[in-house]
């Protein structure tokens, strides 16, 4: 191990003898007691020494026999230490590409701020090189969510959609003005390709991949029809769930985002329970839906707000990175919808209907009622399901606790 505080937390003496570390109530953490020795010597603890090398440092400081080892253990215990070296064969191979490292450094400093094990952050950031997404939509919202994914160092973003591309989908972050015209797939890969840092591993050539390839970690439906955003067809999400793809909608509906739900086959609510449910809330769901796709008044151009599409497509692309990374984010079981023009987000919960052939209801879950269907949760109260999600936060060791800030 080459010990090395970790330089996305900014560091302060609250007093002579506490060390707090990160500013945000999120991640800041403090140290104490800590006395002027030890506080020096935490500079040190920069990745450039092994541990062999900082004893030698502390007998030097005159500092107490075994007291280095037990100090990196304790800032190691409390996530504030990572390993310069750590990760892996794949994070050596990543660190051996400065111009890549050096696109994705903000995104190793941001993991290292959500991981506690050290070397962990490096390692998630090069596993995701080997990954492959398939975001189909190559609309305002697919192709910035896909780019996002690409840039935040994915290896393998396809992107599947038909027609050409038209003025309303360009945007800033997706589709360039240049791209009008063009095949929507094909500009959607160029947009995706030039957000990629470097030249990722490829996974056999694009002309063998399909639109029912189950060899995905994560597939994105990003539809630029507004109402399969707002009523997902069931039967476009069944191969995904029959080959237990995981699969994350996402889309612009009106003057409404959705981000969710993120389904786990057999394990959370699909879109086919999500038909059911309102189904069984209203009668009349399935008669709208089929006036709605029947298309008999065209719209001269479907909604989609610009800054809306955008923040939509940032909010999927990091709860698709927080599962691609091992975790599994709110929008599991839930859609996450955010309106104009107040931009307060609210989680609706996607429970599994027994009626549903996704299996998810066989999980334990059951039929729920409309009253518990309706309830709404701001982004700042929503929590993960228990049995779905890892505990953000672990106990402190002793001498290390939460700073009230």
């Given at each position: 191990?080459?010990?090395?505080?970790?330089?996305?937390?900014?560091?302060?003496?609250?007093?002579?003898?506490?060390?707090?570390f990160?500013?945000?109530?999120?991640?800041?953490?403090?140290?104490?007691?800590?006395?002027?020795?030890?506080?020096?010597?935490?500079?040190?603890?920069?990745?450039?020494?092994?541990?062999?090398?900082?004893?030698?440092?502390?007998?030097?400081?005159?500092?107490p026999?075994?007291h280095?080892?037990?100090?990196?253990?304790?800032?190691?215990?409390?996530?504030?230490?990572?390993?310069?070296?750590?990760?892996?064969?794949?994070?050596?191979?990543?660190?051996?590409?400065?111009?890549?490292?050096?696109?994705?450094?903000?995104?190793?400093?941001?993991?290292?701020?959500?991981?506690?094990?050290?070397?962990?952050?490096?390692?998630l950031?090069?596993?995701?090189?080997?990954?492959?997404?398939?975001?189909?939509?190559?609309?305002?919202?697919?192709?910035?969510?896909?780019?996002?994914?690409?840039?935040a160092?994915?290896?393998?973003?396809?992107?599947?959609?038909?027609?050409?591309?038209?003025?309303?989908?360009?945007?800033?972050?997706?589709?360039?003005?240049?791209?009008?015209?063009?095949?929507?797939?094909?500009?959607?890969?160029?947009?995706?390709?030039?957000a990629?840092?470097?030249?990722?591993?490829?996974?056999?050539?694009?002309?063998?991949?399909?639109?029912?390839?189950?060899?995905?970690?994560?597939?994105?439906?990003?539809?630029?029809?507004?109402?399969?955003?707002h009523?997902?067809?069931?039967?476009?999400?069944?191969?995904?769930?029959?080959?237990?793809?995981?699969?994350?909608?996402?889309?612009?509906?009106?003057?409404?985002?959705?981000?969710?739900?993120?389904?786990?086959?057999?394990?959370?609510?699909?879109?086919?329970?999500?038909?059911?449910?309102?189904?069984?809330?209203?009668?009349?769901?399935?008669?709208?839906?089929?006036?709605?796709?029947?298309?008999?008044?065209r719209?001269?151009?479907?909604?989609?707000?610009?800054?809306?599409?955008?923040?939509?497509?940032?909010?999927?692309?990091?709860?698709?990175?927080?599962?691609?990374?091992?975790?599994?984010?709110?929008?599991?079981?839930?859609?996450?919808?955010?309106?104009?023009?107040?931009?307060?987000?609210?989680?609706?919960?996607?429970?599994?209907?027994?009626?549903?052939?996704?299996?998810?209801?066989?999980?334990?879950?059951?039929?729920?009622?409309?009253?518990?269907?309706a309830?709404?949760?701001?982004?700042?109260?929503?929590?993960?399901?228990?049995?779905?999600?890892?505990?953000?936060t672990?106990?402190?060791?002793?001498?290390?606790?939460?700073?009230?800030?």
């Amino acid at each position: 191990m080459v010990p090395q505080m970790k330089p996305a937390l900014r560091r302060g003496w609250r007093d002579l003898n506490t060390v707090q570390f990160g500013m945000t109530p999120a991640h800041a953490l403090t140290l104490g007691p800590i006395d002027t020795a030890t506080g020096s010597f935490l500079d040190l603890l920069n990745g450039t020494r092994g541990l062999a090398l900082l004893r030698e440092e502390g007998r030097r400081s005159d500092l107490p026999d075994g007291h280095v080892d037990t100090l990196v253990g304790r800032l190691a215990r409390a996530g504030l230490v990572d390993d310069a070296r750590g990760g892996g064969p794949a994070a050596d191979t990543l660190r051996e590409k400065k111009e890549i490292l050096d696109r994705l450094a903000p995104d190793l400093a941001s993991l290292s701020l959500t991981t506690s094990e050290p070397g962990d952050a490096m390692r998630l950031l090069a596993a995701r090189r080997s990954l492959r997404v398939q975001v189909r939509g190559a609309g305002r919202v697919g192709v910035t969510l896909a780019a996002l994914l690409s840039g935040a160092g994915v290896g393998e973003v396809d992107v599947r959609d038909g027609g050409r591309v038209e003025p309303g989908d360009v945007a800033p972050g997706g589709l360039p003005a240049a791209s009008v015209g063009d095949l929507r797939s094909t500009a959607a890969r160029r947009a995706v390709s030039a957000a990629a840092p470097g030249h990722p591993p490829r996974h056999g050539s694009r002309a063998s991949v399909t639109a029912d390839d189950t060899g995905f970690s994560l597939v994105v439906l990003a539809p630029r029809d507004d109402v399969d955003v707002h009523a997902p067809a069931p039967a476009a999400g069944e191969p995904l769930v029959r080959s237990g793809t995981p699969h994350l909608y996402a889309g612009v509906v009106e003057a409404t985002g959705v981000v969710g739900p993120l389904v786990l086959p057999g394990e959370t609510g699909c879109a086919g329970c999500l038909h059911e449910n309102r189904t069984d809330r209203d009668q009349a769901w399935p008669r709208l839906v089929a006036q709605w796709r029947s298309g008999g008044r065209r719209l001269p151009a479907r909604p989609c707000d610009l800054a809306l599409a955008t923040t939509v497509a940032g909010l999927a692309a990091a709860h698709a990175l927080a599962f691609l990374d091992g975790r599994v984010p709110s929008s599991a079981g839930a859609r996450w919808e955010v309106s104009l023009p107040g931009m307060t987000w609210h989680a609706r919960p996607v429970w599994p209907h027994s009626a549903c052939p996704c299996g998810a209801a066989e999980k334990g879950k059951g039929e729920h009622t409309s009253k518990e269907e309706a309830a709404h949760e701001t982004m700042a109260e929503q929590r993960s399901s228990e049995e779905l999600c890892r505990k953000a936060t672990a106990p402190r060791p002793a001498g290390t606790w939460r700073a009230h800030v």
